[in-house]
Nanobody, 118 residues
Framework: QVQLVESGGGLVQPGGSLRLSCKFSGSIFRLYRMGWYRQAPGKQRELVASMTSGGIANYADSVKARFTIARDNAKSTVFLQMNNLSAEDTAVYYC????????????WGQGTQVTVSS
């Protein structure tokens, strides 16, 4: 069974940076598309960034040029470097692992809180 464990959230001042990590276990990490999603209070969960098994990254328009997703297949870990944070980035951030072949498999972490406030 795939397990995802996020870490690195916390309280940061506007303009600051945080680096989230998500440790994957229970399957072959390099086969999975990995993503970071977030959910702010009263809002729907939204995609922040994702990276395919081949290393192609995709970002939400709101975080382009500020956030960077990276994966380390040797360590079965995906990262989200977040720079120039603002209050609008405050949310619970979730790690996601998705596999589409030979069958659809979709896994979520428990989430880590990111709060941007002075």
């Amino acid at each position: 069974q795939v397990q995802l464990v996020e870490s690195g959230g916390g309280l940061v001042q506007p303009g600051g940076s945080l680096r989230l990590s998500c440790k994957f276990s229970g399957s072959i990490f390099r086969l999975y598309r990995m993503g970071w999603y977030r959910q702010a209070p009263g809002k729907q969960r939204e995609l922040v960034a994702s990276m395919t098994s081949g290393g192609i990254a995709n970002y939400a328009d709101s975080v382009k040029a500020r956030f960077t997703i990276a994966r380390d297949n040797a360590k079965s870990t995906v990262f989200l470097q977040m720079n120039n944070l603002s209050a609008e980035d405050t949310a619970v951030y979730y790690c996601n692992a998705e596999l589409t072949t030979p069958s659809i498999r979709d896994y979520w972490g428990q989430g880590t809180q990111v709060t941007v406030s002075s």
